[in-house]
Nanobody
Framework: QVQLVESGGGLVLAGGSLRLSCAAS????????MAWFRQTPGKEREFVSA????????VYADSVKGRFTCSRENAKNTLYLQMNSLRPEDTAVYYC????????????????????WGQGTQVTVSS
């Protein structure tokens, strides 16, 4: 059974930084495309960033481009999201997601592209 566990969320002042981690258990994490999404109450879950299986290709939502960096360490079965220059509008629950049905795949940005999800970690940015 695959489990994804996010950590690293918290409360930060605007302009600050946080690094989220997503630890994956089981099977062949290193071959899966991965992604980060976020969600605020009353809104749909939205795409933040995606990374291909090897980590050499990443894509970002326009709202985070230039501020967030997605990376992965396959030897540790871990996905990261470095978030800099945080803004109050970045406040959300952040989720990591895995696409285990495509080994050695590229980047995917739709919720329906992913079949495993973590439980989420809260990020709150105060002004």
């Amino acid at each position: 059974q695959v489990q994804l566990v996010e950590s690293g969320g918290g409360l930060v002042l605007a302009g600050g930084s946080l690094r989220l981690s997503c630890a994956a258990s089981g099977r062949t994490f290193s071959s899966w495309p991965m992604a980060w999404f976020r969600q605020t109450p009353g809104k749909e879950r939205e795409f933040v960033s995606a990374i291909n299986w090897s980590g050499d290709t990443t894509v970002y939502a326009d709202s985070v481009k230039g501020r967030f960096t997605c990376s992965r360490e396959n030897a540790k079965n871990t996905l990261y999201l470095q978030m800099n220059s945080l803004r109050p509008e970045d406040t959300a629950v952040y989720y990591c997601a895995a696409r285990s049905i495509t080994r050695y795949g590229g980047t995917y940005s739709a919720i329906s592209d992913y079949n495993y999800w973590g439980q989420g970690t809260q990020v709150t940015v105060s002004s």
